[in-house]
T-cell receptor, first 113, second 114 residues
Framework: EAGVAQSPRYKIIEKRQSVAFWCNPISGHATLYWYQQILGQGPKLLIQFQNNGVVDDSQLPKDRFSAERLKGVDSTLKIQPAKLEDSAVYLC???????????FGEGSWLTVV | AQSVAQPEDQVNVAEGNPLTVKCTYSVSGNPYLFWYVQYPNRGLQFLLKYITGDNLVKGSYGFEAEFNKSQTSFHLKKPSALVSDSALYFCAVRDLYNTDKLIFGTGTRLQVFP
């Protein structure tokens, strides 16, 4: 089966600009996660969706980050305006209701200059 | 709160030797534990998991992990290391009692020398 798809793979932007990342989870997976991985650290959850509803967004910097999953399938994560400290890998992941394993995409690598 | 700790930032091993990457956990209730690997410029790849049952879990690429409840550990092992095993390894616990998310350790860089 196809894995979690993410785009773009790489993005370089100037601070205060905006950027959007897209994720298409594995077909049939109801739960979708966005993680942020800063260099040298483990991934940290930004937001978790169950279908098109938000389960956990407690760690999402809501003044600049937003995410949506309007039809309960693919999702978009937006950063506006970007800061230097937003330079990181943004990982999308998904799992189904019965599965215990969470599968990750290849990540979107953001550099803010 | 659920957490995992990876006490070693880096592990160095010679090719052909056995390797161990350490992980300890702190959870409420029964733990769901995972190992993921990250190669340069790639996402996280699932290696193996412990949910219940046999304490020795076998996974991808010849890796295995031993669940030890008394020591609250879930160390990753491989009998004979390959240079191609060089990567970043993350231990994680599934937060079943909260929002079901994965909580990761800080990662251990494995370097296998020829």
């Amino acid at each position: 089966e196809a894995g979690v798809a993410q785009s773009p793979r790489y993005k370089i932007i100037e601070k205060r600009q905006s950027v959007a990342f897209w994720c298409n989870p594995i077909s049939g997976h109801a739960t979708l996660y966005w993680y942020q991985q800063i260099l040298g650290q483990g991934p940290k959850l930004l937001i978790q969706f169950q279908n098109n509803g938000v389960v956990d967004d407690s760690q999402l910097p809501k003044d600049r980050f937003s995410a949506e999953r309007l039809k309960g399938v693919d999702s978009t994560l937006k950063i506006q305006p970007a800061k230097l400290e937003d330079s990181a890998v943004y990982l999308c992941a998904s799992n189904d209701r019965e599965g215990n394993t969470i599968y990750f995409g290849e990540g979107s690598w953001l550099t803010v200059v | 709160a659920q957490s995992v700790a990876q006490p070693e930032d880096q592990v160095n091993v010679a090719e052909g030797n056995p390797l161990t990457v350490k992980c300890t956990y702190s959870v409420s209730g029964n733990p769901y534990l995972f190992w993921y690997v990250q190669y340069p410029n790639r996402g996280l790849q699932f290696l193996l998991k412990y949910i219940t049952g046999d304490n020795l879990v076998k996974g991808s690429y010849g890796f295995e992990a031993e669940f030890n409840k008394s020591q609250t550990s879930f160390h990753l092992k491989k009998p004979s290391a390959l240079v191609s095993d060089s990567a970043l390894y993350f231990c994680a616990v599934r937060d079943l009692y909260n929002t079901d998310k994965l909580i990761f350790g800080t990662g251990t860089r494995l370097q296998v020398f020829p």
